[in-house]
């Protein structure tokens, strides 16, 4: 799991892989349809594709003819479980950085009293 | 309301994992002067007031916050003893530049720059800039967060176990 979350941050750090992704919310599409708004060939496309393909953005059906491209929801949702543990963790650091500031306000001195708590 | 540098306000932690370089961006508004942010983050018995989980203790162990001084802290809870050190390079009212690392993984060296922006009402904005040295460390210390906080769910655990709410 871990690693896979290091090649969906890899993934995404290209532009261009960005687009494609946020196209793919819209709904599948072809590598054809994909290739059309930018001034690339298919196969440099193809190539972007098999890097989200590899960090498990992106599937390629095997049965269909035009073989659409498919947006893995799932592993955006896991990414984004990884950054709120990581929000939530900092905005309780400064909830407790909240409480220290309006102590500071009270004392208004330079002497705060040290803590002796355990 | 309307005389504040910007229409945005961070009363939460707001972050976002840079998608173009290794970074993580933390903002967060508080009430108090840019003064204050500053000495909580550079006195050190300040700091460890409010650096580490409630539940567990930072002790300061070097702190020399001057440009080109250095830092060490232990965070810890019973048996478990973690310890984090950096140098600061820049140590100034409104910008601190440090290195941060986890000695668990010493080689996960994040170059942190703080800056304090008085936002003119009683109020100001603190903005964490952590820099890593490639994709995959970056995501380590994201994923750090994630690790505490299954540990901590473990010990709740525990504590429900002994007190017999489980």
């Given at each position: 799991?871990?690693?896979?979350?290091?090649?969906?941050?890899?993934?995404?750090?290209?532009?261009?892989?960005?687009?494609?992704?946020?196209?793919?919310?819209?709904g599948?599409?072809?590598?054809?349809?994909?290739?059309?708004?930018?001034?690339?060939?298919?196969?440099?496309?193809?190539?972007?594709?098999?890097?989200?393909?590899?960090?498990?953005?992106?599937?390629?059906?095997?049965e269909?003819?035009?073989?659409?491209?498919?947006?893995?929801?799932?592993?955006?949702?896991?990414?984004?479980?990884?950054?709120?543990?990581?929000?939530?963790?900092?905005?309780?650091?400064?909830?407790r950085?909240?409480?220290?500031?309006?102590?500071?306000?009270?004392?208004?001195?330079?002497?705060?009293?040290?803590?002796?708590?355990? | 309301?309307?005389?504040?540098?910007?229409?945005?306000?961070?009363?939460?932690?707001?972050?976002?994992?840079?998608?173009?370089?290794?970074?993580?961006?933390?903002?967060?508004?508080?009430?108090?002067?840019?003064?204050?942010?500053?000495?909580?983050?550079?006195?050190?018995?300040?700091?460890?007031?409010?650096?580490?989980?409630?539940?567990?203790?930072?002790?300061?162990d070097?702190?020399?916050?001057?440009?080109?001084?250095?830092f060490r802290?232990?965070?810890?809870?019973?048996e478990?003893?973690?310890?984090?050190?950096?140098c600061?390079?820049?140590v100034?009212?409104?910008?601190?530049?440090?290195?941060?690392?986890?000695?668990?993984?010493?080689?996960?060296?994040?170059?942190?720059?703080?800056?304090?922006?008085?936002?003119?009402?009683?109020?100001?904005?603190?903005?964490?800039?952590?820099?890593?040295?490639?994709?995959?460390?970056?995501?380590?210390?994201?994923?750090?967060?994630?690790?505490?906080?299954?540990?901590?769910?473990?010990?709740?655990?525990?504590?429900?176990?002994?007190?017999?709410?489980?």
């Amino acid at each position: 799991m871990a690693d896979q979350l290091s090649r969906v941050f890899a993934a995404l750090a290209d532009p261009t892989r960005r687009d494609m992704v946020a196209r793919l919310t819209d709904g599948d599409a072809t590598v054809g349809e994909l290739a059309e708004p930018y001034a690339v060939s298919v196969q440099a496309v193809s190539k972007h594709l098999k890097v989200l393909e590899e960090a498990g953005l992106v599937t390629r059906s095997r049965e269909a003819q035009r073989r659409p491209v498919h947006l893995e929801a799932e592993v955006f949702d896991l990414m984004t479980k990884w950054i709120e543990r990581y929000r939530q963790r900092a905005e309780e650091r400064y909830q407790r950085l909240d409480a220290l500031l309006a102590e500071l306000d009270e004392e208004h001195t330079d002497t705060p009293m040290k803590g002796t708590a355990s | 309301m309307s005389t504040t540098s910007t229409d945005t306000r961070y009363d939460q932690a707001a972050i976002e994992a840079d998608p173009a370089i290794p970074a993580i961006h933390i903002w967060r508004d508080f009430a108090g002067t840019p003064d204050q942010l500053f000495r909580a983050h550079t006195d050190p018995d300040l700091y460890a007031r409010w650096i580490g989980p409630a539940d567990r203790t930072a002790v300061i162990d070097r702190w020399d916050a001057t440009d080109g001084g250095a830092f060490r802290f232990l965070d810890s809870r019973d048996e478990d003893q973690q310890a984090f050190r950096g140098c600061f390079h820049t140590v100034r009212p409104d910008r601190i530049v440090q290195t941060f690392t986890w000695e668990g993984m010493p080689d996960d060296v994040a170059l942190e720059t703080l800056t304090f922006e008085d936002l003119g009402d009683g109020h100001t904005r603190l903005h964490a800039l952590s820099l890593c040295d490639s994709f995959e460390s970056r995501d380590a210390w994201l994923r750090s967060g994630m690790e505490i906080g299954v540990n901590d769910g473990y010990a709740q655990i525990d504590r429900m176990l002994a007190d017999g709410s489980l």
